[in-house]
C-alpha cells in the first residue's frame, strides 16, 4: 500500500465530495418523484432541493425522524401537497429504498463472514449475482399475490389506503434509490483511494452498509456510532487502524460535516427557526 502525497489526497477527496454534491439533486428527484406520484403535479425542483437538504441538517443534528418530519413540513408550508399526502410519500419513499439497502446489508454480511474481498469481476461470482437475481426475479413472480396483499394491508395499517401511488412511480423511486447509493459508495471508494487504500466494490458497499445501519443508532446523527463502525469495518478488511481513521474522518467530514453546513443554509432559505421547531416537535410527539 503506498503513501499519497497531499495532493494526492486533496484530489481524491475533492472527487468525492464532487460525487456528493451529483447526489444531492437525485435525492430530492427521488422525493419529487413521489410527491408527483401521490399529488398527480409536476412540482419546482429547486425548493425541493432546499427540502432534502435542510432535512439532511435536521438529521444530522437530533435523533429521530425529525429529517422526514422537516421535508413534510416544508412541502406543506410550500403548499405543494397536503400533510397526509407529503407524510404517504415520504412513508412510499422509505419503502423503494428498501430492496437497494437490503441488498447492501446483505453483501456487507457476506463480505464481513468472509473477511476477505468479494471479487465482482470474477465469472463465478457473476454467475452467482445472475443467478441469484434469477431465483429472487422467479420468487417474486410466483408469490406476486401475497406480495399484492400484504402491501395492501401496510397500507391499510398506515392509513394509506386513499392516497394511491401507481407501481411505475415507485419502480422511478426505486431506481434513484439505485444511483443514489451507488453515489454514496464511490464515494467511499474515492476516499479509500485518497488514502492509497484499494477497496473492492462489495467493501465499499459493505461500509456503506454499515453507515446505513450507524444512522438508525439513537443519537445525534449517529455520532459515535457510524464512526465506530466504519473505523471497524476498515480495519476487519484489512486497513491499517491509522488509514482507517483517515479514511472515516474524511468521510464523515463530507456526509456530515459538509451535508449540515449545507443543509444550515437551506434551513435558512426555507424559513429557517419556525421550520426547525416545527420538525423537532413533530418527530419528539412521533417517539411518544
Not at 464532487?18 to 437525485?26: K, W
Request: glycine fraction near 10%.
Amino acid at each position: 500500500m503506498t503513501q499519497p502525497g497531499f495532493v494526492d489526497v486533496l484530489a481524491q477527496a475533492s472527487l468525492a465530495t464532487l460525487v456528493y454534491a451529483i447526489s444531492i439533486p437525485i435525492v430530492a428527484e427521488r422525493w419529487r418523484t413521489v410527491l408527483g406520484g401521490v399529488t398527480g403535479e409536476r412540482l419546482p425542483r429547486r425548493p425541493l432541493v432546499l427540502a432534502s437538504l435542510a432535512s439532511s441538517f435536521v438529521n444530522n443534528l437530533t435523533a429521530g425522524p425529525a429529517g422526514d418530519a422537516c421535508r413534510i413540513i416544508a412541502v406543506v408550508k410550500l403548499r405543494f401537497a397536503s400533510a397526509s399526502r407529503a407524510t404517504a410519500a415520504a412513508l412510499y419513499e422509505r419503502v423503494s429504498e428498501i430492496p437497494v439497502i437490503a441488498l447492501m446489508i446483505a453483501t456487507a454480511i457476506a463480505v464481513l463472514n468472509r473477511g476477505r474481498v468479494v471479487r465482482l469481476g470474477s465469472s463465478r461470482t457473476i454467475w452467482i449475482i445472475v443467478i441469484a437475481i434469477t431465483v429472487v426475479a422467479a420468487g417474486l413472480g410466483l408469490c406476486r399475490r401475497t406480495i399484492a396483499a400484504a402491501w395492501l394491508r401496510w397500507r391499510e395499517r398506515h392509513d394509506l389506503t386513499s392516497i394511491a401511488i401507481a407501481p411505475r412511480v415507485l419502480a422511478q423511486s426505486a431506481a434513484w434509490s439505485v444511483v443514489v447509493w451507488g453515489l454514496d459508495v464511490t464515494r467511499l471508494w474515492l476516499i479509500a483511494r485518497a488514502f492509497g487504500v484499494s477497496l473492492s466494490p462489495a467493501q465499499a458497499a459493505a461500509l456503506s452498509a454499515i453507515s446505513v445501519v450507524g444512522g438508525w443508532a439513537p443519537t445525534i446523527g449517529g455520532l459515535g456510532v457510524v464512526e465506530g463502525g466504519l473505523v471497524a469495518g476498515l480495519i476487519a478488511f484489512g486497513v491499517p487502524s491509522g488509514s482507517a481513521i483517515a479514511i472515516t474522518a474524511v468521510e464523515r467530514g463530507i456526509s456530515y460535516g459538509l451535508a449540515t453546513a449545507i443543509g444550515a443554509c437551506a434551513l435558512a432559505a426555507l424559513g429557517g427557526r419556525e421550520l426547525w421547531a416545527a420538525a423537532r416537535a413533530t418527530a419528539a410527539g412521533a417517539r411518544t
